[in-house]
């Protein structure tokens, strides 16, 4: 999960509003699993913005992609979408995530994607990674209309070549099936206007007669999500075969975490650029810190004024991401977090909370 200095390999308008960002890693080894997202810092009106962006490419792919959407209100993104052809120099760090296609489920079981709007771009890296799976895949995807789908004329492209079956859902008012019909949206395949739960239902059991033992991923919008998610409930599908991907997530207030009553005393390892004669040079620095009851890590190092890069704040996100090699914490929430990583000995310190005195956090360089 270490920093990369990557640069501009080239910028694809995917659609008005939604462009794809391929990166040349300077030949830098660079590995991950489809489904997980990268970290963007970008100094923006003089602020360090920080955002995670699900890779939308292959892990074969030569050139690492993402694909932004604007986001109304959204720094980060509004930014990628007008600036992103002016730069050329990019501060990645990743990849991070749990939501995960493993090899053998392609073969073992049925797969089926429900996505909407820029919640495609997981998917999209997972459907292009799978290596010739048993049982063809089912893309369920809603946008507001077919100019605005994402990897949309990629996506009829691969049905027509028979990689995937694919239902779509258009909620714009003004659309137009007949046109969609003549760009190759097969009727029978579309639904004007909102998915319902019947309607979610009806396309599983239309497409598959083995949807009960299939593994459903599921991204984009949180109210449609949860649709989809009370569609596949209402089937009785184990929530084991359910895997969510969330962009946007509150934390859960109701998680308890115990023994967090009282403060905590604990030691942190950091760097610090210091100016010495015009030179900046780094150092290793330790402090001895508290961290107030039912306070955060993050919050108790911020507060002793150490640098640390944060964003989302609820568990998403993984920028805030520390080594624990002493004592024991609890983490309330953890959406980016592999079993692997925790082995590790990482947390996130946005979501970390001490339950001894013997704490001790090593922030890297």
Not at 72 to 96: C, R
Not at 233 to 256: A, R
Not at 288 to 293: P, S
């Amino acid at each position: 999960m270490k920093k990369h200095d990557w640069s501009t390999y080239k910028i694809v308008q995917e659609t008005k509003d939604t462009v794809s960002i391929y990166f040349d890693t300077n030949q830098e080894a660079f590995s991950f699993l489809p489904g997980q997202f990268i970290n963007i810092s970008c100094q923006i009106d003089g602020k360090q913005i920080i955002r995670s962006y699900s890779l939308s490419s292959t892990p074969t792919d030569q050139f690492p992609c993402i694909t932004v959407k604007r986001v109304h209100g959204g720094i980060m993104s509004n930014y990628l979408v007008d600036e992103a052809k002016s730069i050329t120099a990019w501060t990645i760090q990743g990849p991070f995530g749990n939501f995960i296609l493993e090899s053998h489920l392609s073969q073992d079981y049925p797969l089926i994607f429900l996505g909407g709007g820029s919640g495609i771009s997981p998917l999209f890296s997972m459907l292009n990674s799978l290596n010739t799976p048993t049982n063809k895949p089912l893309l369920i995807y809603s946008n507001r209309s077919t100019d605005e789908t994402i990897f949309g004329e990629r996506l009829l492209q691969m049905e027509k070549q028979g990689l995937v079956n694919a239902s779509y859902s258009f909620t714009a008012q003004n659309q137009n099936p007949q046109a969609d019909q003549d760009r190759g949206i097969v009727q029978s395949k579309y639904t004007l206007g909102r998915f319902s739960i019947e309607k979610i239902q009806a396309i599983l059991k239309e497409q598959t007669y083995v949807y009960t033992l299939a593994h459903y991923y599921i991204c984009g919008p949180i109210g449609l999500m949860n649709l989809y998610e009370e569609a596949l409930k209402s089937l009785h599908i184990p929530k084991e075969q359910i895997h969510m991907e969330y962009f946007d997530l509150e934390e859960d207030q109701n998680t308890v975490i115990t023994n967090t009553s009282e403060s905590r005393d604990i030691f942190v390892h950091y760097f610090e650029d210091t100016l010495v004669n015009d030179d900046l040079q780094t150092y290793q620095c330790t402090v001895l810190l508290e961290v107030k009851a039912n306070q955060s890590l993050l919050e108790a190092i911020k507060a002793y004024n150490i640098r640390v890069p944060s964003s989302c704040k609820n568990g998403t996100c993984g920028s805030c991401w520390a080594i624990k090699t002493e004592g024991e914490v609890k983490m309330r929430n953890n959406r980016v977090l592999t079993e692997s990583n925790i082995a590790e000995g990482v947390i996130l310190l946005c979501q970390s909370y001490p339950l001894d005195d013997d704490v001790t956090i090593s922030l890297l360089e």
